[in-house]
């Protein structure tokens, strides 16, 4: 039963423009939200969360967008960088604990020239 | 200004064997998380342990794994009489566990092979 789920596996954007990276969720009992960014052979890295009591969080060039009511999440990089070319995973957290995160299963995000 | 720390980074181990992962938690992070990622797939939680305890253990097979994080050294991960399905690259993730929206910190992983 898949909780967290990105649809879409891959995404090709080019220099310059926006990435949008799609999520939803199906446990209305997640509060806490986060993505990360993963280049082969390295461990994910924190780029941004956002709390349920939220419907916008914004870092630089990063903007993940909550609307519960959908149950959808998403994460805007503007301008997109190469060096954003990774894959970039969902996940989210129970409401009241500080234990495990429910991962989707990724977008590779593909940056051309 | 150390992050987690994980090694080996790679593990080859014939089918019967053991494997020991080991997992030192960023400065000042009493929780350790680990994960498994199967090839093509996402990040699926096994574990989650402060000092001494485990405090969830709902993604752990029920056999052969089991997972410590004592009062010192790093938290083990440990897989008994490997089989090839366990094949995988385990994370371990760390926070300060100071309140509930602490952020989860990876480290790099460790790629087992099972052969």
């Known amino acids: 039963d898949q909780q967290v789920k990105q649809n879409s596996p891959s995404l090709s954007v080019q220099e310059g423009r926006i990435s949008i990276l799609n999520c939803d969720y199906t446990?209305?009992?997640?509060?806490?939200f986060l993505w990360y960014k993963k280049y082969p052979a390295e461990g994910p890295t924190f780029l941004i969360s956002i709390s349920s009591i939220k419907d916008k969080n914004e870092d630089g060039r990063f903007t993940v967008f909550l609307n519960k009511s959908a149950k959808h999440l998403s994460l805007h990089i503007v301008p997109s960088q190469p060096g954003d070319s990774a894959v970039y995973f969902c996940a989210a957290r129970l409401t009241g604990t500080a234990s495990k995160l429910t991962f989707g299963t990724g977008t590779r995000l593909q940056v051309t020239l | 200004n150390a992050g987690v720390m994980q090694n080996p980074r790679h593990l080859v181990r014939r089918r019967g064997q053991e494997a020991r992962l080991r997992c030192s938690p960023m400065?000042?992070?009493?929780?350790v998380y680990w994960y498994r990622q199967l090839p093509e797939e996402g990040l699926k939680f096994m574990v989650y342990?402060?000092?001494?305890?485990?405090?969830?253990e709902s993604g752990m097979p029920k056999e052969r794994f089991s997972a410590e994080f004592p009062k010192e050294g790093p938290s083990i991960l440990r897989i008994q009489q490997v089989v090839r399905g366990d094949s995988a690259a385990y994370f371990c993730?760390?926070?300060?566990?100071?309140?509930?929206?602490?952020?989860?910190?990876f480290g790099p992983g460790t790629r087992l092979t099972v052969l």
């Open positions: 342990l402060q000092k001494e305890n485990i405090i969830d």
């Open positions: 400065k000042g992070h009493s929780h």
């Open positions: 446990n209305s009992m997640f509060d806490y």
């Open positions: 993730a760390s926070s300060p566990g100071r309140t509930l929206a602490d952020t989860q910190y």
